[in-house]
Nanobody
Framework: QVQLVESGGGSVQPGGSLKLSCAAPGSILEKYAIGWIRQVPGKEREGVSCLSRRGARIHYAEFVQGRANISRDDALNTVYLQLTDLKPEDTAVYYC????????????????????WGRGTQVTDSL
C-alpha cells in the first residue's frame, strides 16, 4: 500500500528548474526522515537528498550540491525537492521514501536506507 505520493515531474529545459512534492501521512513524517531518490533507466537508484524528521539534518548528493533544496511543510504533510540548473543527466524517475529512522546522513543516501517508497514522478530533459 503506497503511502507516499510524488508529483511535480515533467519536461524541463536544460538550465531550468522544478519543484517536486511528496505528500505523506503525518504519522510517517512525525517518525521518519524523508529522502528523494532517483533512477535513470538501466541504472541503479541513487540517493539525491534527505531531511531528518524535524528538519535538523539535511544531506545532498554531490551531483546536486548547490542546485537542490529539500524542505518540508508540516501543515500540508508535504516534503519538497527543488532542483535548479537542470542538466540532461537529471532526467530520471524521482522517488520519495521514508527512511528506517528519524535521522538521515550521507550513509542513508549512499545505502538507500529507506523502507516506504512512493511510485515516483518522471523528470525529463526537454532538449
Amino acid at each position: 500500500q503506497v503511502q507516499l505520493v510524488e508529483s511535480g515531474g515533467g519536461s524541463v529545459q536544460p538550465g531550468g528548474s522544478l519543484k517536486l512534492s511528496c505528500a505523506a501521512p503525518g504519522s510517517i513524517l512525525e517518525k521518519y526522515a524523508i529522502g528523494w531518490i532517483r533512477q535513470v533507466p538501466g541504472k541503479e537508484r541513487e540517493g539525491v537528498s534527505c531531511l531528518s524528521r524535524r528538519g535538523a539534518r539535511i544531506h545532498y548528493a554531490e551531483f546536486v550540491q548547490g542546485r537542490a533544496n529539500i524542505s518540508r511543510d508540516d501543515a500540508l504533510n508535504t516534503v519538497y525537492l527543488q532542483l535548479t540548473d537542470l542538466k540532461p543527466e537529471d532526467t530520471a524517475v524521482y522517488y520519495c521514501a521514508a527512511a528506517s529512522g528519524a535521522y538521515c546522513s550521507s550513509g542513508t543516501l549512499r545505502e538507500l536506507d529507506f523502507n516506504i517508497w512512493g511510485r515516483g514522478t518522471q523528470v525529463t530533459d526537454s532538449l
